[in-house]
């Protein structure tokens, strides 16, 4: 299964093993990666899953939809280029090793 690293402020990284049909986020809550809340459960409505992607892993990981782009307009404070929600973000295998970082903001 494709492994997932999230990597917090302080640079402690949480690997974690992705199972089928997760995203970014669900693999997180499920595995407690701190930063990571999921508040609206992955119905890209709270932005509590906000990360970042690392740049290596930007173009294959792809960028917001509408609906996620305005989200992240509206609902965070640190966004930057490569800002997604973590539960638009479907783990593939294509994306093994893939490297987020949370946000300070929630940490
Ligand atoms: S879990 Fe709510 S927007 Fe991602």
């Known amino acids: 299964m494709p492994k997932v690293v999230y990597v917090s402020t302080q640079g ?3 690997v974690v093993e992705a ?4 995203t970014v986020m669900s693999a997180a809550v499920r595995n407690g ?3 990571i ?3 609206c459960g ?17 173009e294959r990981a792809g960028g917001p939809g509408d609906l996620e782009d305005d989200l992240l307009d509206l609902g965070v404070e640190d966004r930057r280029a ?4 973590g ?18 903001s929630q940490a």
Do not use: K, M, Y
Request: glycine share 10%; aromatic share 4%.
């Open 82 to 85: 490569t800002s997604r929600l």
């Open 37 to 39: 809340i999921g508040e």
């Open 87 to 104: 539960c638009q973000i479907e783990v593939t295998e294509d994306l093994d090793g893939l490297v987020v970082e949370v946000p300070p």
């Open 19 to 22: 199972a089928a049909g997760d």
């Open 12 to 14: 402690d990284e949480h």
């Open 42 to 58: 992955g119905n890209n409505s709270c932005a509590t899953c906000h990360v970042w992607v690392r740049a290596d892993f930007a």
């Open 33 to 35: 990666v701190p930063g």
